[in-house]
Structure formats: structure tokens, C-alpha cells
């Protein structure tokens, strides 16, 4: 097909892979090659690139230019769409460009102004990080006035566009002016500074503000406050590295990131966009790791690139009733500059590639993130939101670096098309739970009590994985270490502990008696609790003095610790409180719900209906409606309802399910009627019970001839996690009896090992055995001990992409050996290696019912192979055995071949990409001659040669159930290939 003919079949996939970024950037950069080779005049270039019109419509314009100027114009199309794009997969247009040549025509060119065109791709790389300086230049020479200056710089130009700016207004001016830009271009090169990085000495002004900016930020973020205002720690005690995870697949990344590649370029997805995101749930550390990087910064130990940070609370900034500009945003809300503010400001917009903003908590934001209202005048003065949602979308101060952080909900479409990448925090591996424990206690004997008491509770462990729960539990050793069987199992449980810690602590006489530590202390908790329970209902975190008077929030109350006095960058605002944590505020809106007799009847079914309300926008005005005292001013319009609201009051339902757990009803039958604690207890049974039928109700019948399936929607993983915590295994089982299907998908379900716990506890329940898939999530070793008790009702386990390692296998295997449902795993893509090899052989011999072992991308080598081909010497069951993505070679292909030939049960065998040459082939051959099941066998993307296919060939002349035989990319010719196609139809090329 020719070149032009492809422009016209691929039109979708060409138009998709230029725009859908939602960046210009990749179009503009065609433009760039296209122009520069000569195939576009300057007329078609400003036909195609209309400001103001659709990104897409400028695209098709391209693509019918295109197409219109014939077949070479095409050709060098595809290749510039290769060479700015050359990440897209899928799309095999990009083998056409491949023979046109895209290189700029150097020697060719007589005229300044035409080696500005003909250099156009590489001009504008270099010019990006000097623009300032070649504007000043040319402002200098006369070739520009004050006007061109301001229309190069205006800020909602990426450097990029500033750039190409730059470049078509010299053309416009002439030779002089194109050979004065070049000049000025020439010179930094020859300088050697690299003109990315502008060399350059800050004024005096601005280097005393980032002093005075610096030890604000150190004095912020020295410390954790560990008991509300009264204990702190210091974080370089306690900083435990948390695991970071890039959201998206990159090739380029080895090994674990660390903090400083959070700001940096590596996983960069979106070239265009300043803003990185890191994503966690509530606990997770988010907070604590922005903190940690402040703290690095203000000390010089990290991140010195960044000139200026500007650390962020968006808690704290939805308190910002005024509207600001940008500066006064700065200025007000990180440090006031003593002198020259102007000056400073006008630096921070000259140069925006050396500031770092960082924004925690973009979830708390009463206001979900929009890009609607545009704002690119800084100082123009807007409501806080607005000038936020700018700054990250680049709008405002295009160039300046931004971290975001926000729980994953919270992070919408809108959002992530502003992203340069996004980072996940997936909390402490368990090693990190092993060295935060040693951290947290000085006396090394406690710690390693610590750790053997959560190594005989796995579900404690599980839920140490999240750092807030790991501090709470190492706050709690005492309480934890004394109190032997009973230890806790939930995460009610844990914050219980929480809550008797900081009681015992404040009054240690009343310890003596089990139950009694809440004695005396019921005022303080109906006091919390309301304070929290309106706040999560409003959106509102922290608490001014009047909050606290309207709920009675005594000064005994603070001084028990669980609210800490507000962190203020800006000193004008009065003393404010919040709770310690987000999920200390759920606790106690959780006990307020329970304990309290003036809420609403109804409170609770509307807690637990809220999925359902969400998207009706009426959500939050029923539940706040169910509030005595609501201030109705502070209510948020509906349709801007934080994103925060659904998470929190997820927590919170979690939490009152647990308060309200047969086991804990007890604790408080001294304060409120048992009466009115079992009939709320009902209602938590009822709603969860009405909750799982809602998500059954939706499975949808099966297509005939295949399994019912169900996919876990939104909120089911919650309301497992909800019955976990309730403890009652009469409710996980009524829940189970009703769910009727064969497989049960919950990938990308955001599962740790806490979900496992919750989901096994519910799963086993089930009366028919189910596939369970649960596809990139993060279940690793621990959780996958946790599933360990619903094996038996396991037909199939689908584990792709989920940190597990061998260790996790051999637990594993040990437990599915006896479960005689257990018949397919998958485990493409974990951190397998030869170890679980021996695993996998003794399932094989011991079970001759397995049907299908997948270990894809994974680090098996020739010695695992042997162990595998051991235990499939003695299998006669295995039908399908994936290998893919391993590194078995030669030797273990040999090794497979020799265990399979005879084999009667395989139907498919992949070897894809294994390093296997002509040897291993002439051994699978042997697969081919004897086997009498085999039907697919895939060899692609392996060193086989032509002696190896020979072989193959020969073999299938005495084969007719070999339905296919892929080798794709192996060492062969095009007339090899041609050739040996001809001659066997089933090899696929
Ligand atoms: P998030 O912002 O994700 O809700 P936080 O950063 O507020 O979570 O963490 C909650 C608590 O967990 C912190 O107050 C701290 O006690 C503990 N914590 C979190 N991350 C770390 C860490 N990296 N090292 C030590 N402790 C941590």
C-alpha cells in the first residue's frame, strides 16, 4: 500500500495519535519537519495551523494537504509522525516513513532566513531554554520592539510555542534579524553553557527571599506532629520511604523511584504539561513525602535545580474566601517578601523553569478540578480555586514545575489530561514496615516485639502497609503487645486501640479495667465527633475557635490529642485546628453516628446509599440535610461537591459498620441504649446486604455458551471491606448466597493486602467455585497470603501485575496443592524468578487436573526452565503453558521439549520472546512430530533461523492438529520468510 493510500486508511489512528493528548505539541512538531523539508509553504502552513480552531480540525486539514500533494509528501509525513511520535504502537504507519529521509538539509541553505526554516525542529529545541535571553538580544539590536517582546513571552505559550513565536516573527523582520537570532544561538553553543539551562546569577533581592522562603519551609516541615500539638517527632527519625509506582508503563524505568524522580523528567507521558500527580489512598503518605521533599529542599540536600518552593495546602486554601492574583497567592500563602516584591514576582514569571509549586490534597479542594475558566493574566485576581486549576493546567505560569498530590478518586479525566505523569503511592513494602518499626521505638527490643506480634497477625500486617495505620500501631505497642488473643484484626480495631492510647495517656489510672478506658471520656467524644461529622459533611477540615465553641469542643478536649493545631504559612490567620489525620476525622464522625442520639434516623441509610446519590449531585445535600445545624452558607452548590466527599464518607461508613460489629457493641452499652445500638447495627446489616444485591442485580446475563461474569463496579470493593469490619460471618455469608457466577473480575480495583483480607473473608462464603481475577492491582506476598483461605472456592487465580515474588508463590502452592478446584493461575508480569520454579514443578506432579500455568514477563531462566520440565515430565493435564517474556533460551527450550513431546493434554505453548534460536527450535520440533494435542505454538520474537523453521517445516508434514506456529520477528529474510510462508500456510510470519 502506498503511502498516500495509508494516510487515507489510517486517518482515525493518525488523527488519534496527533491529538489526543489534548496538546498541540505533536501536530506542531509535524509542522516543524514538514516545513523544514520543504514539503509545506508557509501559505499551507498558516491553512493548517488557524489559531483559535479545534486541535482536531487542524489535524484533517493537515491530512488532506497532505494527502492532495502526493505520495513523497506522504512518505516524508509519516516519517516526521514517526519521529515525533515514536512511542505510538499499534498503529503500523510508522514503517513507511522509514525509508525517507527527515534529517535537516544543512550544507543546502545560502540565506539566514532560510536556515531558519530548514532548521526549524532543531532551532526550536535549543531556543526553549534561552528564549528570555534571545528576545532581550533582539530587543537590544533593534530587530524587535517591546511589543514582539510581549507577544513571544505571553504566558499561555509553552516554551515551545514561544519559540516558534519567536522564529516566525525574525522571519517576518527579515535577513538581519534571522541572522541575529542565529548569531545569538551560535554564541551560547559556543560558550558551552548549554542552552537549556540558562546560566544565570539571581538578583539580590530574590536570593533573600529564597533564604527567608527556605527556613520557612524547614521550620514547616522539621517535624510530625504525633499527639495533636503536645509531642512531635522529627521526620528524619521516622521518614520511612514509601513505594512509588509510575501509573503508566515505562520502558525506561529500572528499578524503584525514588523522590527525586518524582519531580524530574523520567515516566514523562505529557511533554507539554508541568504538572506531576501523586496519587494515594487516605494514609497513605502523601502528605508526609511532600513534606519530606519541602524539608530536602529548604536544607539544599535535594532539588536545588528548584530556585523557589511554594509549598501548598489545599485544606488550607479552602479557607481563602478573597479572590487573589497570583502573586498576592504566593506572597500571602507561602512567605511575605520583605522588600522589592515586584522585583521577585517579575523574576518568578522570567523564570518559571526554576520555581517548584506543590499542591497536597487537591481532593480536600471544596472544588472539583475544572478547566473551563481560562485565567492567563497573573495578575488578574480570581477566586483561590480558579487561579489553582490555572496554575496546573499551565494556563498561569506556564514552565513552573507542580506536584500535585490527591487520593485516587479525586483524579478525573479533566485532570489527567494536564499531567505530565503520574506517580502512585502505594505505601510501606514490608520492609518499610520493618524499618519504620525499628525508627519508631529507640528501645530495638520493642521494635522487634512489634514486628513478631504483626508477623503471627497477617491481617494487622496487611493493614501496616498503610503508614497511617503502622503509626498508630507502633504508637500503640503497649496496648498491642498485652493484649494476646484479642489482637486487632480490623481496622476499627486499630483506631479503637488509637483511641484508648491517647485516653490511657491523658488519665493512665483508668487503664486498669478492660472496658472501662472510655469512662469519663463519652463529652469528648460527642464532642470530636460533631466537630468531625459536620466537617466531612461540609467539605471542612479545619476547625476555626468558633467551630470548636459550636460543637463544645473544651480545651480538655484538645489537649487529648487527637486535633492538632493547624500549620500556617501565612501568619495572619488565627489559631485553627484539624484532626491529626482525614481518617481520624471518619473515626470520629463514625462514633458520633453511633454514640449520639441526635442524628438523624435516616443518617445512616443515607451514609451507605451514597453511591447511588453520588452522581445525582444530591448526595451531599441529603446527608448534610440529616445535620441539625448545618450553616447553610457554607454549603458548597451541588454541582461543585468536593471529590473528597465520597472517600470520606466511604471511611466513615466503613467505621460504623466496625463501631457497630456485635464485638464492639459491648463498649458501649454504658453510654446509650442497647436499644437504639442494635437497631443502628440493623441498619448497617440491612443497607450492606441492600448494597451487594444492587451490585448482583447488574451482572449481566451471560452471552449463550459462555460464563456469567461479574465485574466489580465502583464501590463494591467497599462494601466487601464494610462487612469485613462488621466481622459476622453470618453477613458475608447471606451477602455470598445471593452471588451466582463463575468469574468474579476486580482488576484495577486498587486491592492491597487489606482488600485481601476483606475479600477472602467474604469470598469463602461462596457456594460455587469462581475464577478470581485480580489484574493489576497491588496484592504482593502479603496479600497473596491473605487469599490464601478462599482457595478452596478458587477455580482460577488471575494475578497479573501485582508485585508478587517467589516467597508469595511458595505460600501459595503449598495451600493450592490441597484445593481441588484450584485448576489456572496467571502470573504475567511479577517478580518471579527461577525460586518458584520447584513450586510450580511440585504442583504439576502432585495435581494431574492443572490446566493452565502462565508465567509471562517474568525472570525465569534456563534453570527454571529444567525445574518446570521436571514436573511436566509426570503432568498429564497441563493444556496451556505460557512462558512468554522469560529468558529460558536455548537450553530451557530443550529442557520444555523434552518433558512435552509425548504429551496428549497441551494445547498451547508460548515461548515468545525467550532468546530461543534454531537449536531450541529443532527440540520443539520434536513437540510438533510426537505430541498428539498440541494446536498453537507461538515463537515469535525469538533468534530462530532458517535451519530452525526447516525443521519445523518437517515436522509439520507429519502433523495435521497444529493449527498455527507464530514466528514473527526471528532472524529471517524477507524471501526466507516468502519462501517458507509458501510452503506451510500454518506458520505465521
Ligand atoms: P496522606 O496524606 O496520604 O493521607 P499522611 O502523609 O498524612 O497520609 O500520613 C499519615 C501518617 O502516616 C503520618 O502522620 C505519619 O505518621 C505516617 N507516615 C506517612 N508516611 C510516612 C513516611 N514516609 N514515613 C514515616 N511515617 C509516615
Keep these: 500500500m502506498s503511502a498516500q493510500e495509508l494516510v487515507l486508511k489510517k486517518r482515525t489512528d493518525i488523527l488519534h495519535a496527533l491529538c489526543c493528548s489534548g496538546s498541540a505539541e505533536h501536530l506542531e512538531r509535524v509542522l516543524d519537519v514538514l516545513l523544514a523539508q520543504g514539503e509545506l509553504t508557509w501559505e499551507d502552513y498558516q491553512n493548517v495551523q488557524v489559531p483559535g480552531r479545534p486541535l482536531y480540525t487542524n489535524a484533517r486539514q493537515l491530512l488532506d494537504l497532505v494527502y492532495t500533494k502526493g505520495v513523497d509528501t506522504c512518505g516524508i509525513f509519516f516519517a516526521a509522525l514517526k519521529q515525533v511520535l515514536p512511542e505510538v504502537q499499534g498503529a503500523d504507519f510508522s514503517s513507511l516513513g522509514s525509508c525517507s529521509n527527515v534529517e535537516e538539509k544543512e550544507e543546502t541553505c545560502r540565506t539566514s532566513t532560510q536556515t531558519l526554516l530548514t532548521q526549524r525542529p532543531s532551532l526550536i529545541y535549543k531556543l526553549q531554554g534561552c528564549i528570555d535571553g534571545a528576545v532581550k538580544s533582539l530587543v537590544q539590536s533593534g530587530h524587535f520592539t517591546s511589543a514582539d517582546f510581549d507577544e513571544v513571552r505571553l504566558p499561555i505559550y509553552t516554551p515551545a510555542q514561544q519559540a516558534r513565536r519567536l522564529l516566525d516573527l525574525v522571519r517576518s523582520k527579515g535577513e538581519s534579524a534571522a541572522a541575529a537570532v542565529l548569531q545569538y544561538i551560535h554564541q551560547k553553543q559556543e560558550v558551552g553553557s548549554p542552552l537549556n539551562e540558562e546560566k544565570l546569577t539571581p538578583p539580590k533581592e530574590v536570593l533573600k527571599y529564597q533564604k527567608k522562603l527556605s527556613s520557612s519551609v524547614c521550620a514547616q516541615s522539621c517535624f510530625l506532629s504525633t499527639y495533636g500539638g503536645t509531642s512531635h517527632m522529627s521526620l528524619d527519625d521516622i521518614y520511612t520511604e514509601g513505594q512509588l509506582e509510575l501509573a503508566h508503563d515505562c520502558v525506561d524505568v529500572q528499578g ?174 514490608p520492609n518499610g514496615i520493618d524499618c519504620f518499626m525499628r525508627k519508631h521505638h529507640n528501645d530495638p527490643t520493642v521494635a522487634v516485639k512489634v514486628l513478631e506480634s504483626l508477623q503471627a497477625n497477617t491481617a494487622l500486617l496487611g493493614l501496616c502497609h498503610s503508614p497511617v495505620l503502622c503509626w498508630i500501631v ?62 466531612i459533611s461540609a467539605t471542612c477540615y479545619i476547625f476555626s475557635g468558633a467551630d470548636l465553641e459550636k460543637c463544645d469542643v473544651t480545651e480538655e478536649d484538645i489537649c487529648m490529642g ?78 461543585e461537591v468536593a ?27 454504658h453510654y446509650c441504649s442497647a436499644g437504639m445500638v442494635e437497631k443502628k447495627a440493623r441498619q448497617v446489616a440491612r443497607c450492606l446486604s441492600k448494597g451487594m444485591q444492587k451490585h448482583f442485580k447488574s451482572i449481566p446475563q451471560p452471552v449463550h455458551g459462555e460464563k456469567k461474569s461479574m465485574h466489580a463496579m465502583p464501590g463494591f470493593v467497599w462494601l466487601i471491606k464494610c462487612i469485613y469490619e462488621m466481622q459476622e460471618s453470618r453477613i458475608a455469608k447471606e451477602a455470598m448466597s445471593k452471588l451466582q457466577v463463575d468469574h468474579l473480575k476486580l482488576t484495577y480495583c486498587n486491592i492491597g493486602p487489606v482488600e485481601c483480607t476483606a475479600l477472602t473473608y467474604v469470598l469463602q462464603h461462596l457456594r460455587n467455585a469462581v475464577g478470581i481475577q485480580l489484574d493489576n492491582n497491588s496484592v504482593g506476598d502479603v496479600g497473596v497470603e491473605q487469599l490464601l483461605p478462599c482457595m478452596h472456592i478458587c477455580k482460577s487465580l488471575y494475578l497479573r501485575n501485582n508485585n508478587i515474588t517467589d516467597e508469595g508463590i511458595r505460600k501459595l502452592i503449598a495451600k493450592v496443592i490441597q484445593c481441588d478446584n484450584f485448576q489456572k493461575i496467571a502470573l504475567f508480569n511479577n517478580k518471579l524468578t527461577d525460586a518458584c520454579t520447584q513450586h510450580f514443578s511440585h504442583l504439576l506432579k502432585t495435581r494431574q487436573d492443572f490446566l493452565s500455568l502462565r508465567l509471562g514477563n517474568n525472570n525465569i531462566t534456563e534453570e527454571g526452565a529444567k525445574q518446570l520440565a521436571e514436573g511436566l515430565k509426570s503432568n498429564h493435564s497441563l493444556k496451556y503453558l505460557g512462558l512468554w517474556g522469560n529468558k529460558i ?20 505453548l508460548s515461548l515468545v520472546g525467550n532468546g530461543v534460536g534454531s537449536e531450541g527450535a529443532f527440540a520443539v520440533a520434536n513437540i510438533i512430530r510426537n505430541s498428539t494435542s498440541l494446536e498453537e505454538l507461538w515463537l515469535t520474537e525469538n533468534c530462530i533461523t532458517r535451519a530452525g523453521v526447516e525443521c519445523l517445516i518437517e515436522a509439520l508434514e507429519h502433523n495435521t492438529h497444529v493449527k498455527s506456529v507464530w514466528l514473527r520477528n526471528n532472524d529471517l529474510s524477507l524471501e526466507e520468510v516468502k519462501e517458507m510462508a509458501q510452503r506451510e500456510s500454518r506458520l505465521i510470519f
Design 889 to 908: 533460551g536455548d537450553v530451557g527450550a530443550e529442557a520444555l521439549a523434552s518433558a512435552l513431546e509425548n504429551s496428549n493434554s497441551l494445547l498451547w
Design 562 to 639: 487527637f486535633l492538632t493545631q493547624s500549620k500556617d504559612m501565612s501568619s495572619s490567620h488565627s489559631k485553627s485546628y484539624e484532626f491529626l489525620h482525614v481518617t481520624m476525622q471518619c473515626f470520629f464522625a463514625a462514633l458520633y453516628i453511633v454514640l449520639s442520639s441526635h442524628t438523624d434516623r435516616y443518617a445512616i441509610p443515607k451514609l451507605f446509599e451514597l453511591q447511588d446519590l453520588r452522581d445525582t449531585g444530591v448526595s451531599s445535600m441529603c446527608f448534610r440535610s440529616c445535620l441539625p445545624s448545618t450553616d447553610q452558607k457554607e454549603q458548597v452548590a451541588d454541582s
Design 643 to 669: 471529590a473528597a466527599e465520597t472517600p470520606n464518607l466511604q471511611i466513615t461508613a466503613t467505621f460504623v459498620s466496625g463501631l457497630l460489629s456485635q464485638r464492639h457493641q459491648s463498649l458501649w452499652v
Design 474 to 535: 507502633s504508637q500503640c505497642h503497649k496496648e498491642l503487645l498485652g493484649c494476646g488473643e484479642g489482637s486487632p484484626q480490623t481496622i476499627t480495631d486499630v483506631y479503637l486501640m488509637i483511641l484508648q492510647h491517647f485516653f490511657q495517656r491523658q488519665s493512665p489510672s483508668k487503664s486498669t479495667m478492660r472496658l472501662g478506658w472510655l469512662q469519663g471520656h463519652l463529652e469528648t467524644i460527642l464532642h470530636l465527633g460533631q466537630l468531625a461529622f459536620e466537617g
Design 256 to 429: 524503584p523511584l525514588g523522590l527525586e524522580d518524582i519531580v524530574g523528567t523520567v515516566g514523562t507521558v505529557n511533554e507539554e504539561a508541568d504538572t506531576v500527580l501523586v496519587s494515594g489512598e487516605a494514609g497513605s503518605g502523601k502528605s508526609t513525602l511532600l513534606q519530606r521533599l519541602h524539608l530536602l529542599w529548604a536544607r539544599g540536600a535535594a532539588l536545588q535545580y528548584y530556585l523557589l518552593l511554594f509549598p501548598f495546602s489545599c485544606r488550607r486554601l479552602n479557607s481563602e474566601q478573597r479572590e487573589l492574583s497570583v502573586q498576592e497567592l504566593l506572597f500571602q500563602h507561602c512567605c511575605w517578601p520583605d522588600r522589592e516584591q515586584e522585583e521577585i514576582f517579575q523574576f518568578i514569571l522570567d523564570h518559571p523553569h526554576l520555581i517548584l509549586f506543590t499542591f497536597d490534597g487537591l481532593d480536600e479542594l471544596k472544588q472539583n478540578f475544572s478547566d473551563e475558566q481560562r485565567l492567563c493574566c497573573p495578575t488578574q485576581r480570581a477566586p483561590v480555586h480558579v487561579l489553582l486549576f490555572n496554575l496546573i493546567q499551565g494556563s498561569l505560569l506556564k514552565g513552573v514545575r507542580k506536584v500535585v498530590t490527591s487520593r485516587p478518586e479525586a483524579v478525573g479525566p479533566v485532570l489527567k489530561k494536564h499531567l505530565c505523569k503520574e506517580v502512585l503511592l502505594k505505601g510501606f513494602s
